[in-house]
């Protein structure tokens, strides 16, 4: 079965570049969610979105933007990169309008910031 | 807001033996999901097993199963005969988007 798939897989940038990390839902699934996971952290929610619109917004710096497309990709942008923004970041997507909440997770992007 | 707690940040079992990690919640709804994720050094998350709130019967997946109280919004997940590859961070989740701080599993041998 399909998964989500989120790439780069790896990504360096240095301080004060821009990043963008792609997302890739399973097949009908209608939300998209992100999350940053710093070392030794729990997952801390950024934002998500429902059938291309924003529906939640977590811890997500001014710095950070996202967007779903018409076909369900999702992308976060993040600029003006900080060494604290080194971290996994986790793609997941749910079938919400079924009434279905259960993520499932892509395999995460992780970024270094130098 | 919606917070979940797993007061258990280190959890220890010896293999083949049963370990129960423990989540509380707090939420004004009456309806609602749980979940258990499993995030092993690969860091990958993977679900665990999942309970909807209107349903009293607590769910089971094989080894793993959880006790829900919701009166006490308590979730907690026990698994039995533990394996060496169960040794993972474990997170609970309560609907969406709110993760617990996690409880690292280890499995002695």
């Known amino acids: 079965a399909a998964g989500v798939i989120q790439s780069p897989r790896h990504l360096i940038k240095e301080k004060r570049e821009t990043a963008t990390l792609k997302c890739y839902p399973i097949?009908?699934?209608?939300?998209v969610y992100w999350y940053q996971q710093g070392p030794g952290q729990d997952p801390q929610f950024l934002i998500s979105?429902?059938?291309?619109?924003?529906?939640d917004k977590g811890s997500i710096p001014d710095r950070f933007s996202a967007q779903q497309f018409s076909d369900y990709h999702s992308e976060l942008n993040m600029s003006s990169l900080e060494l604290g923004d080194s971290a996994l970041y986790f793609c997941a997507s749910s079938s919400r309008g079924t009434g279905d909440h259960e993520q499932y997770f892509g395999p995460g992007t992780r970024l270094t910031v130098t | 807001a919606q917070t979940v707690t797993q007061s258990q940040p280190e959890m220890s079992v010896q293999e083949a033996e049963t370990v129960t990690l423990s989540c509380t919640y707090d939420t004004s709804e009456s309806d609602y999901y749980l979940f258990w994720y499993k995030q092993p050094p690969s860091r990958q998350m993977i679900l665990v097993i999942r309970?909807?709130?209107?349903?009293?019967q607590n769910a089971t997946e094989n080894r793993f199963s959880v006790n829900f109280q919701k009166a006490a919004k308590s979730f907690s997940l026990k698994i039995s005969d533990s394996q060496l590859g169960d040794a993972a961070m474990y997170f609970c989740a309560y609907n969406d988007m709110r993760f617990g701080a996690g409880t690292r599993l280890t499995v002695k041998p």
């Open positions: 309970q909807e709130a209107y349903k009293q």
């Open positions: 097949p009908r699934h209608d939300t």
């Open positions: 979105f429902y059938e291309k619109m924003q529906s």
